[in-house]
């Protein structure tokens, strides 16, 4: 039986939309900014992103408490 309490997991196409992986076009689009600007804050680690090949993927539950703690 999975544990279920276990948050490394990712679940890519899935019901659980916490562990999603999104490109640098969408994650502009989730975090209403230009693709330019979340691409330049992913090269100067200003924001939480791993490049794969030439392309920055993001996180969207990382993104989240990247942002409510940049907000507080």
Same mark, same amino acid.
């Given at each position: 039986?999975?544990?279920? %309490?276990?948050?490394?997991?990712? +679940?890519?196409?899935?019901?659980?939309? %916490?562990?999603?992986?999104?490109?640098?076009?969408?994650?502009? *689009? +989730? #975090?209403?900014?230009?693709?330019?600007?979340?691409?330049? #804050?992913? *090269?100067?680690?200003?924001?939480?992103?791993?490049?794969?090949?030439?392309?920055?993927?993001?996180?969207?539950?990382? #993104?989240? *408490?990247?942002?409510?703690?940049? #907000?507080?």
């Amino acid at each position: 039986m999975p544990n279920t %309490s276990d948050s490394s997991k990712v +679940y890519i196409g899935g019901a659980d939309q %916490s562990g999603q992986v999104m490109t640098s076009v969408e994650a502009a *689009k +989730y #975090l209403k900014m230009h693709v330019k600007t979340v691409c330049r #804050l992913a *090269k100067e680690g200003k924001i939480p992103a791993k490049k794969v090949g030439s392309e920055w993927r993001f996180m969207r539950n990382v #993104l989240d *408490k990247w942002l409510s703690e940049a #907000l507080v």
